[in-house]
């Protein structure tokens, strides 16, 4: 775990400007006003998904993508790889929420390899939609509340990688 803080903070040289940041944060949180108000963990990105009229299905990706976004056909592909979805379903919900909300491309994607590898972030758009999804599934009243639970069970409780948390921790403290 402290690896993974160690290779985010020397490799993570893209960046949104801090307006696209607190942007990113605002929409975060009028989502979850407006879908989630009385939520505990763990937030459920399909749940607003499915509010917003989105479709979800699952179909085979190519090899490190777990979910693809198309906004005229209004769905999100997920990978049918049941480890991948395990691991990273929510928060590539959540991933594709964002672009929905931030950004106005037709096609957008989520790899791990965004938050696993940052240095391998292609856009800043990319970066922007994994601020929104933190902040969507990890919201500053509940970390405050739930924050004495150690990593492990943090990540269980919230149902998001650990990755997620040391990322979502990482822009906490800018």
């Keep these: 775990m402290d690896r993974l803080l160690h290779l985010f903070r ?18 975060a949180q009028w989502v979850n006003h407006k879908y989630q108000k009385d939520a505990v963990p763990p937030i459920f990105a399909e749940k607003i998904l499915l509010k917003e009229g989105i479709v979800l299905e699952h179909q085979p990706l190519a090899k490190n993508l777990v979910a693809v ?24 919900i959540a991933h594709a929420l964002g672009h929905w909300f931030l950004h106005t491309h037709e096609i957008a994607y989520f790899s ?26 990890l919201p500053e009243q ?24 040391i990322f979502r921790f990482h822009i906490a403290r800018r």
Excluded: C
């Design 10 to 27: 020397v490799n993570h040289h893209i960046a949104p400007s801090t307006e696209a940041l607190q942007y990113a944060i605002k929409k």
């Design 112 to 137: 791990p390899l965004s938050l696993e590898k940052p240095f391998v972030i292609r856009s800043e758009e990319d970066n922007e939609a994994n601020y929104f999804a933190s902040y969507l599934l």
């Design 69 to 92: 976004m198309q906004r005229s056909e209004k769905r999100i592909v997920l990978t049918d790889d049941k480890v991948a979805l395990t691991k990273w379903g929510n928060f590539a």
């Design 142 to 165: 509940m970390i405050q509340e739930w924050n004495w639970l150690p990593k492990r069970l943090f990540s269980s409780a919230f149902e998001v990688p650990e990755e997620v948390i």
